[in-house]
């Protein structure tokens, strides 16, 4: 039987749980998917971006009065990382012409495969279309990816990222939200 998933959007005040959900789904769900060297060097191009929770674009997934999952959207021009990786653009997009990002999606390894993603994309999904966007793009890490797909994200461009000293895979995805 699964817990009640329940959503709120999360604040600078939550900056430390989301820290501890973060590390550990960047440290446990990417095993079996990269090594440990680029599991390490992903830490470089993840975690946490303070630019979400100011935008209150950030979402808090909880379930059994624990953080199952946290993620967002994001109507800047940064794709992906964290308030540490070189390269971000805070820079607005243009609902009319640019797609939204999905950002900074982490689920807790005690609450894996139990809904927590697809919530959170569907409110991610809901409130960017409320501003007017037509697409969503996001970067899947590869142990995402399968969600992401299942959820009618399709690939645009693979790379690889290594900011962090070893290459990590990336698949940039989109899809249209209207």
Known sequence: MSARLTHRIAGL???PVLTVVMDAAIGQLQK???????IASSRMIMGLDRQLLVDGTYFIV??????A???GWSRRATLYGGDHTPG???????PAFDPARVRAM???PDFAR??????????CEDAAQTEGFQRLELMATLSGRALYSQCGYTDIEAIEDARGGAAV???RMGKAII
Do not use: K, N, S
Request: include cysteine; hydrophobic fraction near 45%; proline fraction near 5%.
């Open 13 to 15: 005040a939550d900056i």
């Open 32 to 38: 079996g998917f990269l090594d440990p060297a680029q």
């Open 62 to 67: 909880e379930a059994q009065g624990h953080i």
């Open 69 to 71: 999952g946290c993620g």
């Open 88 to 94: 971000r653009d805070a820079a607005l997009l243009d």
């Open 106 to 108: 982490y689920t807790h």
């Open 114 to 123: 139990r809904g927590v993603g697809r919530l959170i994309l569907r409110l």
């Open 169 to 171: 895979p990336l698949m």
